[in-house]
């Protein structure tokens, strides 16, 4: 299994640039904001395999029929193509590879992780004219098409099949033990899908404490986006002091401390210790 390796500094700087540009334009792009993602982690994707990437969603959005018909007619075109004659799918064994939530490399291997393969669904099906969107339920993702009074859900990690009427709560079900809210059932905005990709990235580091590395990037991506949770920062200051950046951890810990002492003092307070002691491990 190849190891994606990081970019050189200065192309990650680029990379960040667009990435930030590309979150806060009018109508975000979503593959373009995945691909630099996956430039991000894998130093192997340049600008041609960018490129290459997206001329592939556009070969395999000219393969599907002109408009067949309603969301269920889509919905079974793309199974057809991609689940059934491109073999794109997902499997226990992918939850365990960063690579399953890297575009390019979905795209190549034809596995990945839910979302990144409703990503593949969403940019093709979009790419030909389907009414389409994500679909975050709880613990699983999978994508919409149609308005809501004729919804019809495909469950691309496992081939793109139709989901029937009770399959959506028992996804549900089995991810979280909840039942179905038909708030569950809204489309899904690009950036929150970004966010959602790059959360599944950090959990994978954290199990990984040796790849603090990808976490950070990880973490430092999110941090591009528009909106965002506070946390994040206190997250990043914490991997900059286990990466032995003392001075920049600290930093980074006063300045959330600022944001967390505007409702709760003590906290900060608390924040504002764990930065002292990262100032002293300087000396």
Avoid: K
Avoid at 217 to 227: G, K
Wanted: charged fraction near 25%.
């Amino acid at each position: 299994m190849r190891l994606p390796h990081p970019p050189p500094p200065e192309r990650s700087a680029e990379l960040r640039r667009r990435f930030a540009e590309e979150a806060r334009s009018e109508r975000p792009d979503l593959s373009a904001l995945c691909l630099l993602l996956g430039a991000e982690a894998d130093g192997g994707l340049d600008e041609a395999g960018i490129d290459a990437a997206q001329i592939e969603l556009d070969e395999l959005a000219g393969r599907l029929p002109f408009r067949p018909g309603g969301p269920r007619s889509w919905a079974v075109a793309l199974r057809e193509l991609l689940g059934e004659r491109c073999g794109f799918r997902g499997s226990a064994a992918d939850y365990q590879r960063l690579e399953s939530s890297l575009l390019h490399e979905v795209l190549r291997r034809r596995r990945g992780l839910p979302i990144l393969l409703s990503v593949v669904w969403m940019e093709v099906a979009r790419r030909a004219g389907a009414p389409v969107y994500g679909v975050a339920l709880p613990g699983h993702f999978v994508v919409g098409f149609g308005a809501a009074e004729e919804q019809v859900l495909a469950d691309p990690f496992d081939g793109g099949r139709v989901l029937a009427g009770a399959d959506a709560e028992l996804l549900v079900a089995g991810a979280t033990g909840a039942s179905l809210d038909p708030s569950m059932l809204v489309p899904a905005d690009p950036l929150d899908v970004v966010l959602r990709i790059l959360n599944n990235v950090r959990a994978w580091a954290a199990a990984r404490p040796e790849r603090s590395d990808v976490a950070l990037w990880a973490v430092e991506l999110s941090l591009l986006l528009p909106s965002h949770p506070a946390r994040l920062r206190y997250e990043r200051a914490q991997l900059l002091v286990e990466r032995g950046d003392f001075l920049a951890g600290a930093a980074e810990l006063e300045a959330y401390a600022e944001v967390v002492g505007a409702v709760d003092e003590g906290a900060a307070e608390r924040v504002r210790g764990q930065a002292r002691a990262a100032r002293a491990l300087l000396n």
